[in-house]
């Protein structure tokens, strides 16, 4: 193998991180970071592209993210966290890749159309925004990242890296970087509590990491489940039950929650037994969570320290990469 295996995956630092999330793809970091080289990336000037007026936010859930990272067992000794724009040879790099790409193959890009539509940019779409996914190339590639576990929504900017990746390399006549291979979690997606598909802050359905045992009970009983289960014996439905869809990820016990299953479909189980069931499955399992969050965040300090340790040692490889890039593009003035 020409190139490490090297691991790069991240989060938009928009809001604390949720169960979702957890499924999606933090799960599958805890176990990445055994096996890999793996740099966890804080996308604060990803987050800045449709935030770009509320900075404050951001810097506010740079915190909440790292202390979520922690909580979660993302072990810093393993793991390299870093934050985005205190690694200005990823903006460098993404100027060089828009040299490579179309502003009509942007547009066409299927994750950032769908974007664009969802938040109805139209026209008015900024540049910054448009071009996020050069970006992300630039992310994924400066740490010469050849693993990338993303949600499948996100394949399309993978595949957009790698069209930069090889046009970069074979302009200039060098294999500089490695193609990138997305990991698709094969977890299945979390829905939100309202029923919705997909659980996110955005859409106010989501259960926080950082939830407490009263939040979390709260809203497991507004969760979506069946609406035509009025009475406890009425026979109720599995699919599209959110408390089921939960249960079957996070209740350890499968037999018991095969026989909930049959007891609801022939009747006789009500709504808020069901409920309690998944509000004690979900905070024994979010407890180690909260406690060691709240170890962390009495220090918020040595947090900050251990992304910027991570940091340094991600501007370090930053730096050799980009003397090998401005190497090949015969921009080395200084070294010769
Ligand atoms: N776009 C990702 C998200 O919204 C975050 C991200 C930014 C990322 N750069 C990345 C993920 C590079 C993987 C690789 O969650």
Redesign the pocket.
């Known amino acids: 193998m020409k190139f490490d295996e090297i691991v790069?995956?991240?989060?938009?630092p928009t809001g604390p991180l949720h169960l979702g999330h957890y499924v999606g793809?933090l799960a599958n970091r805890i176990e990445l970071q055994e096996r890999y080289k793996q740099y966890i990336?804080i996308?604060d000037v990803?987050a800045l592209t449709d935030n770009y007026e509320h900075p404050e936010k951001i810097r506010q859930n740079i915190l909440q993210v790292a202390l979520d990272y922690l909580a979660i067992g993302i072990d810093p000794a393993k793991s390299t966290i870093f934050i985005?724009s205190m690694i200005p040879e990823i903006a460098e790099l993404t100027v060089f890749y828009l040299n490579f790409v179309t502003i009509a193959r942007l547009k066409r890009n299927p994750t950032v159309k769908t974007e664009i539509d969802q938040k109805g940019y139209g026209e008015q779409v900024t540049a910054g925004f448009l071009m996020?996914p050069v970006?992300?190339a630039a992310?994924?590639t400066i740490v010469k990242?050849s693993l990338?576990?993303?949600?499948e929504d996100?394949l399309p900017?993978?595949e957009q890296t790698n069209e930069l990746v090889r046009a970069f390399n074979r302009t200039y006549g060098a294999e500089v970087f490695p193609e990138a291979k997305a990991i698709i979690s094969q977890a299945p997606r979390l829905a939100g509590i309202d029923g919705k598909a997909k659980m996110s802050k955005s859409l106010n359905n989501a259960i926080f990491l950082c939830d407490s045992a009263d939040e979390v009970a709260r809203k497991v009983m507004q969760m979506y489940t069946d609406p035509d289960h009025l009475r406890v014996e009425d026979p109720g439905k599995i699919e599209g039950n959110v408390v089921f869809a939960y249960l079957d990820i996070f209740d350890a016990d499968k037999d018991a929650v095969q026989a909930l299953k049959e007891h609801y479909r022939r009747g006789g189980l009500g709504d808020v037994k069901l409920k309690r069931r998944l509000i004690d499955v979900l905070n024994t399992f979010l407890e180690p969570i909260r406690v060691r969050r709240n170890l962390f965040a009495q220090d918020p300090h040595a947090v900050m320290e251990i992304l910027m340790r991570g940091t340094a040692a991600t501007q370090e490889v930053a730096r050799a990469t980009m003397q090998q890039v401005r190497s090949v593009m015969h921009l080395d003035y200084s070294s010769r």
């Open positions: 790069l995956t991240g989060d938009r793809s990336m996308a990803q985005q996020y970006s992300q992310d994924i990242g990338v576990p993303v949600g996100q900017v993978i």
